[in-house]
């Protein structure tokens, strides 16, 4: 019989210049002696920051490691033969206290050559926002890299690009290639491919603690830029109670979300993959083999393809971020 259970990791934070305190106020993460909080990294196959498991028999076990061990017992055999021993997601909390860099990031073709990397197609889900908090997704306008060098040579790369009121519950997907931040004021839950990979465009001309800005990637931007303007770049859909509610479909993820104020059960029998839960509302229990393993706000669990069904439980209720690899 396997050893693997529903997994929980020990979070990575990382200090950032525009980061703040919401990641300890709002969502209960003591950072420690760190100034500020940027994000966390909740799930993560990323080389440099590898997850380690939090808790039960596997407890310190790398996410690295558990691939080698149970391969397609862990993610399924479709997304083991594609991926490989390196996890193919990367699941964050982005709490911006101030304006992030307007940024792009390449796909997996450009990834590949020039980093040997994936490429970064990503998700937001808005846990809060403060009043009048905005972020930015694609051009607001038809848009060619030579207008857009213009722009961003005379100093008006703001005005050429679609800015977004934003209120707690929004969602946008953005595909590799779409040039986008995260406005002040601001925390989100990120889903996104393994990579830490990132184009910064603008910013803003801010400079760190000892008087040094920010290395810009401006050329190599120009080739990873998606310069068509879309009609509509904030993800609709219709929040319904105590319903599995589809979000976001990519080749890269399959997002849902689960505002549930009663508990449930899911059958993951026919998914041959992972299933990841980011917990951005409440607390659950998942019950599953006789053990109980609890969730609460601000916290992410993994569960492995070889786990078909679990219970829900909740004694209040709790929204969930539910996400796998179709």
């Given at each position: 019989?396997?050893?693997l259970?529903p997994?929980?990791?020990k979070?990575i934070?990382k200090?950032k210049?525009?980061?703040?305190?919401?990641?300890?106020?709002?969502?209960?993460?003591?950072?420690?002696t760190l100034?500020?909080?940027?994000?966390t990294?909740?799930?993560s196959?990323?080389?440099?920051?590898?997850?380690?498991?939090?808790?039960?028999a596997?407890?310190?076990?790398?996410?690295?490691?558990?691939?080698?061990?149970?391969?397609d017992?862990?993610?399924?055999?479709k997304?083991y033969?594609?991926?490989g021993n390196?996890?193919?997601?990367l699941?964050k909390?982005?709490d911006?206290n101030?304006?992030?860099?307007?940024q792009?990031?390449?796909?997996d073709?450009?990834?590949?050559?020039?980093?040997?990397?994936f490429g970064?197609t990503?998700?937001?889900?808005?846990?809060?926002?403060?009043?009048?908090?905005?972020?930015i997704?694609?051009?607001?306008?038809?848009?060619?890299?030579e207008?857009y060098?213009?722009?961003?040579?005379?100093?008006?790369?703001?005005?050429?690009l679609?800015?977004?009121n934003?209120?707690?519950g929004?969602?946008f997907?953005?595909?590799?290639?779409?040039?986008?931040?995260?406005?002040?004021?601001?925390?989100i839950?990120?889903i996104?491919q393994?990579?830490?990979?990132?184009?910064?465009?603008y910013?803003?001309d801010?400079?760190d603690?000892k008087?040094n800005?920010r290395?810009?990637?401006?050329?190599?931007?120009l080739a990873?830029i998606?310069?068509?303007?879309y009609?509509?770049?904030?993800?609709l859909?219709?929040?319904?109670?105590?319903?599995?509610?589809?979000?976001?479909?990519?080749?890269?993820?399959?997002?849902?979300?689960?505002?549930?104020?009663?508990s449930?059960?899911?059958?993951?029998?026919?998914?041959?993959?992972f299933?990841?839960h980011v917990?951005?509302?409440g607390?659950?229990n998942?019950?599953?083999?006789?053990?109980?393993?609890?969730?609460?706000?601000?916290e992410?669990?993994?569960?492995?393809?070889?786990?078909?069904k679990?219970?829900?439980?909740?004694?209040?209720?709790?929204?969930?971020?539910?996400?796998y690899?179709?």
């Amino acid at each position: 019989m396997s050893a693997l259970y529903p997994l929980k990791f020990k979070t990575i934070f990382k200090d950032k210049i525009w980061g703040g305190q919401k990641i300890n106020t709002y969502l209960h993460k003591d950072f420690g002696t760190l100034p500020n909080c940027g994000e966390t990294w909740e799930l993560s196959g990323v080389k440099s920051d590898v997850s380690v498991v939090n808790g039960g028999a596997l407890d310190g076990e790398s996410l690295a490691d558990l691939l080698e061990q149970y391969k397609d017992e862990l993610v399924g055999k479709k997304v083991y033969d594609h991926f490989g021993n390196i996890f193919p997601l990367l699941i964050k909390f982005i709490d911006a206290n101030d304006d992030l860099s307007v940024q792009v990031h390449p796909n997996d073709e450009l990834a590949k050559k020039r980093h040997n990397s994936f490429g970064k197609t990503e998700m937001w889900y808005v846990i809060e926002a403060d009043p009048g908090s905005t972020l930015i997704a694609g051009f607001k306008q038809e848009m060619t890299e030579e207008k857009y060098v213009n722009a961003l040579n005379s100093g008006h790369i703001m005005d050429i690009l679609n800015k977004e009121n934003v209120t707690a519950g929004d969602v946008f997907f953005l595909p590799a290639g779409r040039v986008h931040t995260i406005g002040k004021g601001l925390l989100i839950a990120e889903i996104q491919q393994t990579s830490d990979i990132t184009y910064r465009i603008y910013d803003f001309d801010r400079v760190d603690d000892k008087g040094n800005k920010r290395e810009l990637h401006t050329q190599e931007a120009l080739a990873a830029i998606d310069y068509k303007h879309y009609p509509e770049y904030k993800t609709l859909y219709q929040p319904e109670k105590d319903e599995t509610v589809h979000l976001v479909s990519c080749p890269y993820f399959t997002t849902n979300i689960l505002d549930f104020d009663k508990s449930t059960s899911k059958d993951y029998s026919a998914l041959d993959s992972f299933v990841v839960h980011v917990c951005v509302d409440g607390a659950y229990n998942v019950t599953y083999n006789g053990e109980t393993y609890p969730v609460k706000m601000g916290e992410c669990i993994l569960l492995p393809k070889n786990i078909d069904k679990i219970e829900l439980e909740t004694t209040t209720s709790f929204k969930i971020l539910e996400s796998y690899i179709e």
